[in-house]
């Protein structure tokens, strides 16, 4: 059993991967690596895509992983599709009191993380985002409506994931301008 530490910190080191299938037996190693690079690096809070992740996996790998607290929006439906996952370092982030909202499901998740003793949190924003370019415009436009909904109780802090989208063309390892709209809604 892990007790959780309430510390309450100044910075935290943040991650995002795209994990392209995390639940398999055949992803386990991504699983291993993530739990050493959090452990090793001191990261507190991440954001990982294309998750794939059932309940049951889910349960799985924080047994197997108590380090870690998996938060996760997927399609029960149609799991092995896409889903997104903002995982939290139980050692170093208040995990247990934490609070979550699907805005968009298996596209885009917040999660709300005690920050000081003042009541203040950190409000992750967790994102992937679709890679046609229609469906990225209407993703952009949606989650901009729900994010305007809540802005008041949960406005982001951090936004973090993939987002199959660059500002410019020197983001990319091979360099392309994206859709101009695409990027001008993000």
Known sequence: MVAEVLILKAHVNIFTFNMNGGGSTSTDHKWLHINEIMRDKKLGIGAIQEMHLTEEKQEELEKRFPRLKLINSWDQERPNLKGVVICINRQ????????????????AIITSIPWTHQGDTLNVLGIYAPNVAKEQKDFWEDLDKKLEKIKDKLRPNVMLG????????LDRLLPRNDNRVVVEQL
């Open 162 to 169: 993939d987002f199959n989208t660059t500002e410019n063309k």
């Open 92 to 107: 170093l982030m208040r995990a247990n009191e934490t609070t979550s909202m699907d805005l968009i499901p298996e596209r």
